[in-house]
């Protein structure tokens, strides 16, 4: 299993993050003009391509099918791979043909979470859920039509959800992403996705009506629920956490279908509950200060 080093317990204050902006907020019309005259650098987006293609699977890949995914011709494509491999971004196998990330991707993936405001405010949160409830607890952030994990605590049971931190997921198939879903508008939502949505499990939700009730569902009982629709056998219950407006994070808390009580949805719902109003009236009371 992957493991990520999130920051230990012991926050006891929790002060407003920087504001942040909304990725689906509409532009002002100076923005818009300036997102017109503004022409990407292509070698510039081309190495970045290359880094989200590489970071996509878990096997190295060859140059070949790098071109092939994205288009840029070998050659152009050699340079941008040896001047990454020179700088640490990308490393090349014994045979020197196929490629995966370097070292210096997971430095700067480590230096976002240490200088995350989420991921340190929220500590204690993850650290109190997890003791009462000796289950897997995720804080997750929109990212788009996705779900990114930035930190997570493991479950004490030999039986649990496996997971790693920097892992990006559909939205629409995970409880943190429809809990944050829940918090936009149909027409937002709509925007963010996209369709048609795919199935991870016989059980996710891909329908578009189906998916705008239960967001609905969501709305109404102030949490989601992911009833195996990203892997089966699991479900997860997750609120937002209001730090922005709308939020862009979430808290979660994952139980095996085998070991979910009659009552548990209950509990875990309470306790979701008074970590995010715990948040909320430390904020508040900051806010006063």
């Not at 999130?6 to 990725?23: F, H, K, Q, Y």
């Not at 140059?63 to 490393?91: C, D, F, N």
């Not at 990006?168 to 409880?175: E, M, S």
């Not at 209001?242 to 085998?258: E, Q």
């Amino acid at each position: 299993m992957t493991t990520g080093t999130t920051r230990g317990a012991g926050t006891t204050e929790i002060s407003p993050p920087a504001p942040a902006a909304s990725p689906e907020a509409p532009p002002t019309r100076t923005a818009a003009r300036r997102a017109e005259a503004f022409q990407p650098v292509k070698s510039a987006s081309r190495t970045l391509d290359v880094l989200e293609a590489l970071a996509e699977t878990r096997q190295r890949r060859s140059l070949v099918e790098l071109a092939r995914a994205l288009g840029i011709p070998k050659s152009s494509l050699h340079g941008i791979l040896r001047t990454m491999i020179q700088r640490g971004w990308v490393e090349a196998d014994a045979t020197g043909t196929r490629f995966g990330l370097g070292l210096r991707a997971l430095q700067v993936g480590a230096a976002y979470l240490e200088a995350d405001d989420a991921t340190g405010l929220l500590a204690s949160v993850l650290d109190d859920l997890a003791n009462q409830f000796g289950e897997t607890v995720h804080l997750g952030r929109l990212d788009g039509a996705h779900v990114v994990y930035l930190a997570k605590r493991e479950s004490v049971h030999p039986l649990r959800l496996y997971s790693a931190i920097g892992r990006q997921l559909p939205a629409h198939a995970t409880a943190l992403g429809k809990a944050l879903l829940a918090e936009r508008p149909d027409e937002v939502v709509d925007r963010l996705l996209s369709w048609p949505l795919p199935a991870l499990t016989r059980h996710t939700i891909t329908d578009p009506a189906a998916l705008h009730a239960e967001l609905a569902a969501t709305r109404a009982r102030g949490y989601a629920v992911d009833r195996e629709e990203n892997t089966e056998g699991m479900i997860c219950f997750a609120m937002a956490v209001p730090l922005h407006s709308p939020p862009v994070d979430a808290i979660s808390l994952s139980v095996p279908a085998a070991r979910l009580g009659p009552e548990s949805e209950e509990r875990i719902a309470a306790a979701l509950r008074a970590a995010v109003g715990q948040v909320r009236a430390a904020r508040t009371l900051l806010a006063g200060a």
